[in-house]
Each structure stands twice: as C-alpha cells, then as structure tokens.
C-alpha cells in the first residue's frame, strides 16, 4: 500500500512540474505599447477593413457557440434571444431585468438564469464582432510591434464581464484581422492565440468569422452558421419598387432616353444590347459580351476595331442608366440595404461592393410619402463626394407601365434632363 501511495505522489509531482513547464513556456507577459493617434488610426483601418458601416447599420445577427448557446441578436433593438439546453431567454442588453425567461417553454421569474444568459451573451458576442468594438466605452488602443509589424492592443477597462482584459490584434497589410492574442482573467496563461481568419461576408456586408483555433491543446470553438441581415432596409425597398412598378419594369423590353441633351439611348433590354451614340459616333453595345459590339461613324460601320471607344460606351452607359433605373435595382447581386434616419424618418442606404464602373459608391435614398424616390445623397469616393445631393424629379407612368424618372437637380440651379423618356414592352 505504502508503494502504492509513493506512485501516486510521485505521478502527482510529475503532474504538478508538467503544468508548471507548460506555464513558464507558454505564458507571455502584457506588451507595454504606444497610445495615440497612430494607434487609433490604426484602429480605423481595422474597422474600414471589416466594414464598421455595415455593422452599425445591421439590423439582425444569428450564431451559436460550441454549439451549445444559440442566439438572434436585434442589435439595434438591444435585444437578444439567448438559448441554451431547456432554457431561453429574451434578453434586454440595456436593461436585464427587464428580460423574460422561459423554462420548457414555461414563462418563470428567475434572476440567475438572467445573470447567465447576460454572461453567456458578453463572451460568446465577443468571438463574433470583438473587431468592431474597438472603439467602445471603456477601451484603451496601443501599438505594439509584433514580428517587425504593428499590432493592435486594446484593453477593455471597463463593461462587459470581465473588465481589464486585453487582446493584442495580430492584421494583414490591408487592416484585416488575422488573430489575436489574449490577456484574461479567466485564461490563467497570458498570450494564447486565437485565429480571426475564417470570415464569411454575410448578407448585412459585415464580416463575421465561422470558427476559431486556438494555440491551447489545439482548441476550436465553432461559431456555427452565421447570419447578419438586414429585414427592416429590405421591407422599405420592396416598398420602393412597388412605388414604382418594378413588376413592370422586369417586363419592360425597350427603354429610350438622352442624358444632358449630350448622349442617346436605345436599350434592348431583353436581349440587354444598347446603342449609345454620341456626336458622330454610335456603338451598338454587348455588355455581356464586348467583342460582338460594332462601332459606327456617321452611320456606317467602321471596319476597325477600336477598344477604346467600346470601353467609352460602356462607362457611359454604366453611368447615364444609372440616373434612369437606379431605384429598379435595389436588389442586384453586390448591392447591401440598410436604413438610416434622415430628418427623422427612414431612409434607404445602398451601397454597391460591385459591378458598375465605381464599385464601392453608396446612395441615400430619401422618398416621398409614397415611397417613390424624390432624391438622394451621393457617396462617391472616387469623386470625394460625401452626401451630395441630387432630386429625382418629373416621375412618368410608361407606355409600358414601370416608373421612370425625367429630370433631375442640383446644388447651383444645375439641371439634367433626361430626354424623352420611352418605355415599350
């Protein structure tokens, strides 16, 4: 029995002096780094790498953890449902004891399960947006170098659950994260590191990671299948194509306008090949496929080829469509929907991640009561317009029965007309 004991000590011994040589070869101490503006503009080019934007402006986001909590955050709202074996909570994130709890679907009055779902809800949200959060109360943001290149501290003084902890963002050239390393009370080893590199682009236009692997034990902490979305934008934009007959508008198969009294167009939209001629010239256009477009020069056909002019059209059309049809594309593939307040009510903020000649452009649509567009905000970069006004005037009802616009203003009495609008199917 006596042997017995001495093994089991000397196994316990070697247990202990195990942990206390991964301690010592895992653990890193806090780096001390630089506050300042370079930190912050550092944090910046963070949070315009994750699109901050979209994040503020997102209305819903779905995940789970370990697959064990599950949640559907209304983050505008600040409600959360959090759930979790037999239990489910409807969680005021400003207010806990405002929330409801639910047992076996039972309604019950229980202040801990609160208290876990509000923990629960404060780790679990941190692996899924901790990036964007940066520049919340309570944080504090320093350089610090890391493999010869600047990495991200920020340490959260205060909120959350556990107040003091600090998280050193590991990025790419392009601002995006790529892992983190950690300082917290509840991971007694300082500097483990957790990947940030498995990001999805959602529906909101927000980056949220799928999964996490950490540098202890080899450690992976799923987030399941995430969501972000946007229901209230793409209510308000089914509002503006009924406005103005967007049914119509799929059936339309001929469109004709002229831009500014400079440019003329006529759009077979079926078959999508337009004629865009300028001055002398005319290209008959194949934006689907550019080599089939033919080039004329007072009406005869030019037997050259000329890229450049092809080219030309394209950016014009791009462009001159844009003010004729730009409320019938809500929903093209590439396009976010968000809504934001303007004097007080709602308005639809678009912004195209791609297609067009200046992917990237975002437009604030502001509407009458009827929802029919009466102008919109200009978020240009590639012109560095910042919320440039522009009226959307002089709506008709079609021969073929859609909504177009025939004029439009600016700033300075400037006016743009867009012709003769026609409509035909």
Excluded: C
């Amino acid at each position: 029995m006596k042997i017995f004991f001495k093994i089991i000590g000397v196994l316990f011994l070697l247990l202990i002096l195990t942990g206390v040589v991964f301690f010592v070869s895992k653990n890193e101490a806090l780096p001390i780094g630089k506050k300042g503006k370079d930190a912050d503009a550092l944090a910046t080019k963070m949070l315009q790498a994750m699109n901050s934007d979209a994040y503020n402006n997102t209305e819903v986001l779905e995940w789970s953890f370990r697959n064990e909590h599950h949640y559907k955050w209304f983050k505008n709202q600040n409600r959360v449902r959090v759930s979790w074996g037999k239990n489910s909570v409807d969680l005021n994130t400003i207010s806990p004891a405002k929330s409801s709890v639910f047992i076996d679907n039972q309604k019950v009055d229980n202040k801990e399960i609160i208290a876990t779902a509000t923990a629960y809800f404060n780790n679990d949200s941190f692996w899924l947006v901790a990036p964007y959060k940066i520049f919340d109360a309570g944080t504090e943001r320093s350089i610090v170098k890391h493999q010869g290149k600047d990495a991200l501290l920020v340490t959260y003084t205060s909120g959350g659950t556990t107040p003091g902890d600090s998280y050193l963002w590991i990025l790419a050239d392009s601002g995006l994260p790529i892992s983190f390393k950690m300082w917290t009370q509840i991971i007694p080893i300082g500097g483990i590191e957790a990947s940030w590199n498995s990001l999805k682009t959602t529906a909101s236009g927000i980056l949220l990671p799928t999964s996490h692997a950490l540098s202890l034990f080899g450690m992976k902490l799923p987030i399941g299948n995430v969501k972000s979305y946007n229901p209230k934008a793409n209510a308000l934009a089914h509002k503006i194509l009924k406005a103005i007959k967007h049914e119509k508008y799929k059936t339309t198969n001929h469109i004709a306008w002229s831009f500014g009294g400079r440019r003329s167009y006529e759009w077979d939209k079926a078959q999508h090949i337009v004629s865009v001629s300028w001055d002398s010239i005319r290209v008959v256009l194949h934006p689907n496929n550019l080599e089939k477009s033919s080039i004329y020069f007072n009406n005869k056909i030019s037997a050259t080829e000329n890229k450049q002019l092809i080219t030309k059209a394209t950016k014009l059309f791009n462009n001159d469509s844009f003010w004729l049809v730009a409320p019938h594309k809500l929903f093209e593939k590439g396009i976010i929907r968000s809504i934001q307040k303007e004097a007080g009510k709602d308005a639809l903020l678009v912004k195209y991640t791609t297609g067009g000649t200046t992917p990237g452009d975002s437009y604030l649509w502001l509407l009458d009561e009827n929802f029919i567009p009466k102008s919109y905000k200009m978020f240009v970069p590639s012109m560095k317009m910042e919320g440039v006004p522009a009226t959307w005037d002089q709506w008709i009802t079609t021969e073929s029965g859609t909504l177009l616009p025939t004029s439009h203003s600016f700033g300075g009495g400037r006016k743009l007309s867009m012709g003769d609008v026609k409509a035909t199917i």
